[in-house]
């Protein structure tokens, strides 16, 4: 069990009083009222006590620093240095205190409910009417809103934490033989108070169905960010790590209403989603099919448009050898179109001009076969 120096030194004094009361009865006057016989004894008790003295400002010298710590060194009340976890030298008390502040401890502040065993199921205990009073708030729109949050925060500034809020007083010495109670109750009460302030701002702008469902994340967000600020201007030397929503509710007395309310709206919720849903698998095939019917368009008239450009190339350079040999062009236009005529002709009789009369000729391709063997 660790002692503070106090403990020490009253330790000290107690002991050598009783070691003092010791030779004073075992050295006292005989009764028939011969000479003292203590007195060869004084010196010996002043090295004892002196010793003892020693002893207990040297076991002072010394100090050790958790690991979760950080240890805030005073020099007759004023700040010389802040040491790690460790073991440390530092001058005898009281020349010089140090002050343990749990930098890595996650300190939670419960505001609506109270939590009486944690664990895998966790218990709670039954809400009383200081519960009740912090949770209760009026929203933007004029209900009433039942909120419970929780705030953890840890120390980032040993010095602020111990000095700067609750006034110039040391923390009580009840933690370690070298240092006063790291925690500062002032500091959880700050922060306890400008929670609450900033919570009841938040809920009192935003109204009871949006604190209820899609506003819970916005209202965690700015009440870390506005605790924060207000935490920092107060030098509290603190750092707000999560500020989050527990449970928000109606009134029990108006608990069923909202419960119609919010089943109504899950309803609406639900539909909107089929109806987005559906939206979503018919527009994406709506937009395939116009896409298809757009690039087969365009398709299409890049070929017609080259198509018809190559045929009026071909017509412009026909005209232009047109131009330079009229009746030559007109004739090689007539064999070119001849020629595509007559390769559709299955049959073709060809009469020459000169000649003055016609002979009937025979068909031979209707002629049979056996006829023509008959008749070579």
């Known amino acids: 069990m660790r002692f503070s120096p106090a403990h020490h030194v009253k330790g ?9 009361a010791k030779f004073e009865i075992w050295d006292k006057p005989p009764r028939h009222g011969g000479p003292s016989s203590y007195k060869p004894y004084l010196p010996q008790i002043i090295l004892v006590v002196l010793g003892i003295l020693l002893l207990g400002v040297g076991s002072t010298l010394f100090y050790r620093v958790e690991a979760s710590d950080e240890g805030v060194v005073l020099r007759f009340g004023q700040h ?26 996650i300190q ?5 409910f109270q939590t009486e065993q944690p664990g895998r199921v966790t218990r709670y205990a039954p809400q009383g009417t200081d519960d009740i009073a912090v949770s209760e708030m009026l929203t933007g729109d004029l209900n009433l809103a039942h909120v419970e949050w929780i705030v953890q925060y840890r120390v980032k500034n040993s010095l602020d934490f111990l000095f700067k809020i609750g006034g110039t007083e040391l923390p009580s010495t009840q933690r370690t033989a070298y240092a006063g109670d790291s925690a500062n109750p002032a500091v959880a009460d700050t922060v306890r108070d400008v929670s609450e302030f900033v919570m009841r701002k938040l809920v009192g702008d935003t109204t009871v169905d949006a604190v209820l469902t899609v506003g819970r994340d916005r209202i965690a967000s700015d009440a870390k960010r506005l605790t924060q600020e207000i935490l920092d201007g107060f030098e509290s030397g603190v750092e707000i790590v999560t500020v989050k929503l527990q449970s928000t ?15 109504a709206r899950q309803n609406k919720e639900r539909s909107v989603n089929l109806a987005e849903g559906e939206r979503n698998s018919k527009i994406p095939a709506a937009r395939g099919a116009r896409d298809q019917a757009i690039s087969e368009a365009e398709g299409y008239r890049e070929r017609v448009t080259r198509q018809a450009q190559g045929e ?10 047109y ?14 179109a001849m020629e595509e005529v007559l390769a559709a002709v299955p049959r073709k009789t060809i009469v020459d001009e000169s000649v003055p009369s016609l002979l009937p000729m025979v068909n031979l391709e209707s002629v049979p076969a056996s006829a023509r063997e008959r008749n070579p």
Do not use: C
């Open 80 to 105: 010389v240095r802040t040491v790690p976890p460790g073991l440390h030298f530092k001058l005898p008390w009281p020349v010089e205190q140090v002050h343990a502040v749990p930098v890595q401890q």
């Open 108 to 112: 939670t502040l419960e505001f609506g």
């Open 323 to 336: 131009e330079k040999a009229p009746e030559i062009t007109r004739i090689r236009l007539y064999l070119q």
């Open 12 to 20: 000290l004094i107690r002991d050598t009083g009783k070691m003092m």
């Open 249 to 263: 509710s109606p009134p029990e007395e108006v608990a069923d209403a909202f419960q119609s309310v919010n089943r």
């Open 312 to 321: 009026v190339n071909a017509f412009l350079s026909q005209l232009a050898e």
